[in-house]
């Protein structure tokens, strides 16, 4: 098993560029999520699905969609990345949310908007 | 809806030393408890996790958290931290969905 795969690693944009960061993985997980970590601020939700079809905003939505067509993807799109928007992204997947739950991250993707 | 508080941005250790990380949650009537770890330029890993039962909760690498339902704390110990534990520790409360606390960076003297 890969586990949790994200791409790119690292991606330099633009102020008004668009963008997905892709996040797959293959432990057919129900919960996925993706965060942002900035220093000083920890983890901070973004958006989350508790499965196929299914997405939810968190603590730090705004200038981010996300959808969940498959059960092994879930992409974030940046819709006019703003240099706010620089940070390191974790994208995250759990077997479920209301059950003996671990978290498995990816490696992370650094994301500077300039 | 659930909250975790880390009152330590971060703590310097002498190597060998102890070392206690604190985590304070919000209170709830059910409560599932975390600690992850993030090493240098990686993702975050699962160090320890508390579901129900024991109170006491430990790692493999030496690590222990207690579960204190009076004090809604759910502090990280060891007692005696080796420079390979330099890292950045998370909190993490599980409620519809899994929020962290803003961390502890660990830093090992030498």
């Known amino acids: 098993n890969a586990g949790v795969t994200q791409t790119p690693k690292f991606q330099v944009l633009k102020t008004g560029q668009s963008m997905t960061l892709q996040c797959a993985q293959d432990?057919?997980?129900?919960?996925m999520s993706w965060y942002r970590q900035d220093p000083g601020m920890g983890l901070r939700l973004i958006h989350y699905?508790?499965?196929?079809?299914?997405?939810d905003q968190g603590e730090v939505p705004n200038g981010y969609n996300v959808s969940r067509s498959t059960t092994e993807d879930f992409p974030l799109r940046l819709l006019s990345a703003a240099p706010s928007q620089t940070s390191v992204y974790f994208c995250?997947?759990?077997?479920?949310?209301?059950?003996?739950?671990?978290?498995?991250f990816g490696q992370g993707t650094r994301l500077t908007v300039v | 809806a659930q909250s975790v508080t880390q009152l330590d941005s971060q703590v310097p250790v002498f190597e060998e030393a102890p070392v206690e990380l604190r985590c304070n949650y919000s209170?709830?009537?059910?409560?599932?408890l975390f600690w992850y770890v993030q090493y240098p330029n990686q993702g975050l890993q699962l160090l320890l996790k508390?579901?129900?039962?024991?109170?006491l909760v430990e790692s493999i690498n030496g690590f222990e958290a207690e579960f204190n339902k009076s004090q809604t704390s759910f502090h990280l110990r060891k007692p005696s931290v080796h420079i390979s534990d330099t890292a950045e520790y998370f909190c993490?409360?599980?409620?519809?969905?899994?929020?962290f606390g803003k961390g502890t960076r660990l830093h090992i003297l030498p």
């Open positions: 995250a997947s759990s077997y479920s949310i209301d059950r003996n739950t671990e978290a498995f």
């Open positions: 432990m057919n997980h129900e919960y």
């Open positions: 699905s508790v499965g196929a079809g299914i997405t």
């Open positions: 209170s709830s009537v059910s409560v599932y």
């Open positions: 508390y579901l129900s039962g024991s109170t």
């Open positions: 993490a409360v599980l409620d519809d969905k899994i929020i």
